[in-house]
């Protein structure tokens, strides 16, 4: 049997029940970190609490070998990771190869980003677009589609989650501020007029799930400076706004109450 177990946003005790039990009862435990990881807890806290030791996998340990899915075939092996399992494709394709070998499998969902920020951002959930993703650049590797996906959004006034890039294998996680400085550059780029500026309103919003979250709402050169703490960290660029949505940002999220007569 196969279990793939979110261990939900910042640390240990965002387990559920569920997941906890399934932990203290599989005969072998391994856990991938470089899509996610709980900066609330320390590798030891996790062991200490499923009453097993876990073997931390690399990820060409995870996506090449994939050697959890052939000891399935005998014994009771979990996966675990960050956030919801099956929110990175790498793990979707774990259940698959269950599928085509005949190995029972069983899905413990975690709470994931992708609900928790758009959440506590205080704006409507439907009124999200796609979300996009700024990556750390690299040589020959400095996308404008994250600029553009939000483009996109604001013309059809919705709202963007952007996430930011982790390299854990490097220790490497981007914060927002680099975040926005990454989408100004962009704009500097572009031989057109863009839609995001430093004018622009964005909100900052550093380690959901923990008791010092922060939820910053400002101009993109208001909060580009802003110091946010460690990791992990998400910006959301909101486009039109409803009243509720507005008075959220100004009294939890500290933005210009001039947004109540813009939208």
Known sequence: MFYLVGLGLFDEKDISLKGLECLKNVDKIYAEFFTSR???????????????EIEVLVRGEVEEESKF????????????????????????????????????????????????????????????????????????????????AIEENLKMD????????????????????????YLMSIKDDLDREGLITGDTLAMGIARVGSRDVIVKAGKISELIDYDF???????????????????????????????????
């Open 38 to 52: 709980l900066f609330g807890s320390s590798f030891e806290a996790i062991e200490e609490l499923v009453g097993q």
């Open 229 to 263: 703490g460690g990791p992990l960290h998400c910006i959301i660029i909101p486009s039109k706004l409803h009243i509720v949505e507005a008075e959220y940002l100004v009294e939890i999220a500290g933005a210009n109450p001039e947004i109540l007569q813009e939208n």
């Open 158 to 181: 919705l709202h963007t989650l952007v996430l930011l890039d982790i390299q854990a294998h490097k220790d490497r996680y981007m914060t927002i501020n680099q975040g926005l400085e």
């Open 69 to 148: 899915i052939e000891e399935a075939k005998t014994s009771d092996v979990a996966l675990i990771t960050g956030g919801d399992p099956l929110i990175a494709t790498t793990h979707s394709d774990f259940i698959v190869q269950c599928s085509k070998k005949g190995i029972d499998y069983e899905i413990i969902h975690g709470s994931s980003i992708l609900s928790s920020a758009p959440a506590i951002s205080g704006l409507q959930g439907y009124k999200f677009g796609k979300v996009t993703t700024i990556p750390f650049p690299d040589y020959n590797f400095y996308p404008k589609s994250p600029y553009e």
